[in-house]
Structure formats: C-alpha cells, structure tokens
C-alpha cells in the first residue's frame, strides 16, 4: 500500500530540501515528485509552501530520532562510540550507494533560509532538538552521566553535521571516518 499524498508531499519536500535547498524547492516540484494531485496542496497545506518546508523539517528531525533508536536497539555491545558510529554509517552507506548530492534537511534549510525567516529558524531549531533528545538518553542509557547527556548529544550532531557537509564538499567519506575515528573514545570515556 502506497502512503496517503499528504504524507508523500512532507517526504517528497524534505527530499528536494536535501538537493536544492528551501528557496530551489518548489511546490511544483513537490507535487512531481510525491505524484499527488496538485489541488491537493491547497488541501493539506492552506499554509502554502512554509507549512509544507515546516512539516518537511520536523518531518526531518523525527526520523533521525527515530534512526537513532533504531541504532541504539540494534547494538550488541551498547556504547557511545558505536552509537555514533552507527549514525556516521547511515550516510557512509547512502554517499556509497547514491552518490554525495543530497545531505541533511536541517543543515540544506539553515544554510539556505534560516537566517532571513524567523519561521524558518524556529523550525529547524525544533527538529534538531527533537533530535537531540533521543540521542541525550540513548547516552544516559549507556551510562553518561546525565549533566553531559545533553552536551555531548550535540557535540555527537554537530561533528556528524559536519562531516556530511565536508564529504559532500570533498566528493569522499574520509571526514565521516575521521570523525567516527576520533569521537568515538572521547564518547566511550564519558560513560566510564
């Protein structure tokens, strides 16, 4: 059974938000992509294009958080830098099977719109948070004291953020194997 066009139209936008940016993705474009009918824009977001961009972005960050668990749950051996090892491999893995083209949602919008919509700032600031969190308890799951939970959960976004966009830049995974390599004892220390 295929999804409902609602919920294609939010995929299909974080999709093109990943290649072309919130300003290159157009409704269009969405509509195309997600094989709705076009009225049906109108219909499921009244919002026009901003409710869209911020569906897609939650959108975005739920499914990261969802991964994460994911990984988390899969672990034989439950530690932090395998937690994170896991995340890097995601993209590893799509960067070696589909090339660099697309990256993060979030990071695509920040770069490109953030800073002149509000809106826009506010929604991607809720999608990273969103996951962050999971990403703070799977660490206090594996022992990481609660009082570094939070902030090595953003130290572990902010270096894998990174390296998406150096190996995209680079056209080459070393900056995800670089990170993982390196991050991974620093993780592995704070749960004792």
Do not use: N
């Amino acid at each position: 059974m295929t999804r409902p066009a609602r919920e294609r139209m939010v995929f299909s936008a974080a999709q093109l938000i990943r290649t072309q940016g919130v300003s290159g993705t157009g409704m269009r474009d969405v509509v195309a992509h997600a094989e709705a009918p076009r009225g049906s824009l109108q219909h499921y977001f009244p919002g026009g294009k901003e409710q869209l961009v911020d569906e897609a972005l939650a959108w975005a960050g739920s499914y990261a958080a969802r991964k994460v668990r994911r990984y988390a749950a899969a672990l034989t051996e439950p530690t932090p830098g395998k937690l994170f090892e896991a995340m890097a491999g995601q993209w590893r893995e799509e960067f070696t099977s589909a090339g660099f083209a697309a990256g993060c949602p979030l990071v695509a919008a920040t770069a490109d719109s953030a800073a002149a919509s509000e809106r826009l700032r506010a929604a991607v600031s809720r999608a990273f948070e969103g996951w962050q969190e999971p990403v703070a308890g799977e660490l206090r799951r594996m022992g990481v004291p609660a009082a570094r939970s939070a902030s090595l959960a953003l130290l572990m976004i902010s270096a894998l953020e990174g390296a998406i966009v150096l190996a995209r830049a680079h056209q080459d995974l070393a900056p995800l194997d670089a990170v993982t390599r390196e991050l991974a004892p620093l993780l592995d220390a704070a749960a004792g």
